[in-house]
């Protein structure tokens, strides 16, 4: 018998329902997103199935401005697998969920998992505990069946992805705890594999002009007026240049003005304007190019008859970050391969919309793949669900993955 067969043997559909509900029944909403509760449930299913794991918490310099909450509230867990001898494997999925929201628009109290119709529901079943579950159990039934893994497989659900991952994937990425060759991010992609990812860039723009009565605007600069023109040149000269760069999984590059702020009364000519842009750029479009343009049009626009100065900054941390792994790469074709086995036919590759912890390992320059059940609109919503078949596939996707990738 093949490794195959073996995993398909060992693996028991309602031992991975059940820890799928034990997931989503332990909190780890953000805020605050305390994960203590649920790494210890992840790392207590892997060490008692005899993988080794360690839990890794974040020191107190490992801060989110954001929230400043005690970062001993954020561990990640990190588990191996195998002999070290050949390449390393990371499957990554984050252990926090966002928040449930408004509980009145729930169905069903949404920190206690409900099976229903074929699916279960709940905070997190797919964003991004169906991942976790299908993760942990893949290494699980490889450990079961006794395959020979040379190299490295590392299971690690991480903390703090719905606040920024500065204390979860970010942070043991750059203290080098996580050296992989190859990383398979759990998100939700409906079990399709996405092979690219927008790089995210939030730049603020501040100008500042000159305050003045209301009733004698020429005597001033407004510069809520100066943002609007700004706002109409980004529209006219920079959307439809970037909108020009095409990427075969991914939607164009969007510029959007998010949030605005300017003036402080009404009859007081506004001396500042703030101006905040989710930027999302399809790889091809590097964020110098989009702060470059953004420059050259404030420079021009600032020098007409009403002066003002500007200012322009990038106010997230994984700035410009694309992941754009190629097709023909071993990491893809190998879960490719993994995906026909399971589902009889070969996969349609697609782009990850939102953003994912992808991010912090392209830096490194290594293929990444976004693959993990359930649907990506039902994300951050009321009543997520994650199908249970979705899952099953999944947890044998992966395991079958790492079985083409490291059992050689
Ligand atoms: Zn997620």
Known sequence: MDYY???????????????????????????????????????????????????????????NPKDNNPSFMYPSVIAELGNGNGPTLLFNAHIDTVSSGDHSMWATDPFLAFQAYGNIYGRGAGDDKGSVCAQIMAAILLRRAGVPINGKLIINPVSDEEANSCRGAKWLIESNQLLPDMVIVGEQTNNRIAVAERAVVFVRITITGKACHGAMPWVGSNATVHMSDFIQAIKKEVIPQMESVKHPYLPLTTISPTHIDGGIQVNII?????????????????????????????????????????????????????????????????????????????????????????????????PIVIFGPGDPKLGHSPNEFVPVSQVIEATKILAFTAIKLLAK
């Open 270 to 366: 506004p001396e500042k304007c703030a101006l905040e842009l989710d930027c999302r750029l399809t790889p091809g479009v590097s964020e110098v190019e989009l702060l470059d343009s953004f420059d050259r049009i404030l420079r021009r626009l600032s020098h007409n008859k009403e002066q003002y100065q500007y200012e322009i900054e990038v106010t997230n941390s994984e700035k410009g970050v694309v992941t754009d792994t190629k097709i023909d790469s071993e990491l893809v074709v190998s879960i490719s391969e993994a995906y026909e086995k399971v589902m009889g036919k070969w996969p349609e590759y697609t782009g990850y919309m939102q953003a994912s912890d992808g991010r912090v390992f392209a830096r490194r320059q290594i």
């Open 5 to 63: 067969s073996i995993v398909s043997n060992v693996l028991d559909e309602n031992e991975i329902i059940e820890f799928l509900k034990s997931l989503i029944n332990t909190r780890s909403d953000y805020p605050p997103g305390d994960t203590r509760k649920i790494a210890e449930l992840c790392a207590n299913k892997l060490s008692d199935n005899d993988i080794s794991c360690s839990i890794r918490v974040p020191d107190s310099s490992v801060r």
